[in-house]
């Protein structure tokens, strides 16, 4: 199975963009890459997704390298809000013959935000 | 607003004991998934559906079992639970396209 490598912790002030990178240098061909974030006593909420295209949505951009083998979660204004653990994840084909996907997520990184 | 619910938040039971957690989705979704979530590890998947009466084998399997009847419906079973098993349990639905996980609160279930 592919695997993401993400920093454990990063920090930020307020109103300033924040950069989130992920390592997933085994990423196969057809692998997506998705963020989630999970804020202090929830579930994940999804963030983004992408295949090899830069992605932009209402609350962050995706960042994906020429060779796939890393992407960059970018948050353009990091709030008090964005204070959460985002994860890095590859949707990976089930190796167990039913041909469904499961997801791999890895420990994630605690993003701290600075008033 | 879609929703993904959990039967519980917080519970306790006893070495031993069957454990039974339920999860339940509005979304009319193809694919439900059960994780474990502890310090340090992250999220692990347990077990995945991809249809009614269709399982498959996460990463950590053992020790627990599912059960899904009805689409909206997954169950996770600690068939006789074990300290090793205290941890939060995340519930998740999507569609059969993936683009998109829904995830429940979460259930923290404590081992005595």
């Known amino acids: 199975d592919a695997k993401t490598t993400q920093p454990n912790s990063m920090e930020s002030n307020e109103e300033e963009p924040v950069h989130l990178p992920c390592n997933h240098s085994?990423?196969?061909?057809?692998?997506?890459i998705h963020w989630y974030r999970q804020l202090p006593s929830q579930g994940p909420e999804y963030v983004i997704h992408?295949?090899?295209s830069n992605v932009n949505n209402r609350m962050a951009s995706l960042a994906i390298a020429e060779d796939r083998k890393s992407s960059t979660l970018i948050l353009h204004r990091a709030t008090l809000r964005d204070a959460a653990v985002y994860y890095c994840?590859?949707?990976?084909?089930?190796?167990?013959?039913?041909?469904?996907?499961?997801?791999?997520f890895g420990t994630g990184t605690r993003l701290k935000v600075l008033a | 607003d879609v929703k993904v619910t959990q039967s519980s938040r917080y519970l306790v039971k006893r070495t031993g004991e069957k454990v039974f957690l339920e999860c339940v989705q509005d979304?009319?979704?193809?694919?439900m998934f059960w994780y474990r979530q502890d310090p340090g590890l992250g999220l692990r998947l347990i077990y995945f559906s991809y249809d009614v009466k269709m399982k498959e084998k996460g990463d950590i399997p053992e020790g627990y079992s599912v059960s899904r009847e009805k689409k909206e419906r997954f169950s996770l079973i600690l068939e006789s639970a074990s300290t090793n098993q205290t941890s939060m349990y995340l519930c998740a639905s999507c569609t059969s396209g993936y683009n998109e996980q829904f995830f429940g609160p979460g259930t923290r279930l404590t081992v005595l």
């Open positions: 994840i590859l949707r990976d084909v089930s190796r167990n013959g039913s041909g469904t996907y499961k997801y791999i």
């Open positions: 992408g295949l090899t």
């Open positions: 979304m009319d979704h193809e694919n």
């Open positions: 085994t990423i196969s061909g057809t692998d997506y």
